[in-house]
């Protein structure tokens, strides 16, 4: 948002003053903006912060934490990082499924962690699946939702799991600002959730992880709704029509609901996804590779502006119809 990178601007006048320690502004902000109480609210530098600590508060030696097979790194990482066992539950269809996470629930499982929407696949779990999954797991169990795509969202079987956090003592809800708000190298995260867990996690979080302009640039974001529209408006314009094309190609598209595709492609020699992205990374068109993820045959490619799209799109056309 232009509002946000003026508020980012403005700081820079005061960059001797420490940062006020609670992001009350911005937690008041985000509260005005969901309807949440700004004391069930923490702030963080980006959510990947809070994500670590919450394996940091909740995860010891022995216990157990699962996370979906494609699912974020940074789960794995903040549970091993804490000392706990990386539990993986497959998927279905590249979609998260409740009963194969339950099956590997035991008494050592503290913390199940779900990307909703996914990174990097770009699927969704129906929020009646979100509630299944809350109540077939054990009350000292931690369920932590990582809705850092939802504003992306445009479903109605979805939420990003406010609703369940409130009515709820064992829940958490992460969003971030690094996504619709653009303001990934600010680092700006926050997290919804009961007030003793708020309260665990404030005893071990630095005093001034948030930045002021971050802070500043983050409410300015929060409060442009016109340009979040605008930005969700393209975003979906877009992804449609990359789908269509890419599709159009002799590709795989796994359907997302996110501001990326997940681009499948064939084992046939010539057509492989390294050799698609050695193609494009020549032409300078960065795509993700997902080897890490268990992806080896899949390119992740974020809705970019119309010029980048088209260029991909045209590099991705030559590479297909190359002999």
């Not at 913390?111 to 929407?117: E, Q, R, T």
């Not at 990582?146 to 799991?161: K, P, T």
């Not at 005093?207 to 975003?235: C, G, R, W, Y």
Request: net charge neutral; aromatic share 8%; proline share 5%.
């Amino acid at each position: 948002s232009p509002k946000a990178i003026a508020a980012y601007k403005a700081a820079a006048s005061h960059l001797e003053d420490y940062p006020e320690g609670t992001s009350r502004i911005l937690r008041e902000a985000i509260g005005r903006t969901f309807g949440l109480d700004p004391g069930r609210i923490i702030c963080g530098a980006g959510s990947d912060e809070i994500l670590n600590l919450l394996a940091h508060t909740y995860l010891s030696h022995g216990d157990e934490a699962i996370s979906t097979a494609h699912g974020f790194l940074v789960y794995p990482i903040a549970t091993m990082a804490s000392g706990a066992n990386n539990v993986i539950a497959p998927e279905t269809n590249l979609i998260a499924d409740v009963d194969t996470i339950l099956n590997r629930v035991t008494s050592r499982t503290k913390l199940v962690w779900l990307a909703n929407p996914n990174n990097p696949t770009g699927t969704y779990l129906q929020f009646d699946e979100v509630r299944r999954l809350r109540a077939g797991l054990p009350p000292h169990v931690l369920l932590v939702l990582d809705a850092a795509y939802s504003d992306y969202v445009a479903r109605n079987d979805y939420e990003l799991g406010i609703e369940l956090v409130a009515t709820s003592e064992n829940t958490v809800m992460t969003h971030t600002f690094s996504k619709i708000h653009g303001l990934a190298a600010l680092r700006i995260g926050w997290m919804f959730g009961p007030i003793h867990i708020i309260d665990a996690i404030n005893r071990i979080r630095g005093p001034f992880n948030v930045s002021t302009p971050a802070m500043l640039a983050a409410v300015a974001a929060i409060e442009d709704t016109a340009h979040q529209q605008i930005s969700k408006a393209h975003n979906e314009k877009w992804r449609n029509w990359l789908t269509k094309e890419v599709t159009n190609l002799g590709l795989k598209v796994t359907p997302s609901v996110t501001n990326f595709i997940l681009i499948h492609f064939p084992l046939e020699k010539g057509k492989t996804s390294d050799e698609a992205d050695m193609f494009l990374s020549k032409r300078g068109l960065v795509l993700r590779t997902l080897n890490n993820y268990g992806l080896p045959h899949a390119l992740r490619m974020t809705i970019g502006t119309e010029e980048a799209n088209r260029l991909v799109m045209g590099g991705l056309h030559d590479f297909m119809a190359a002999k």
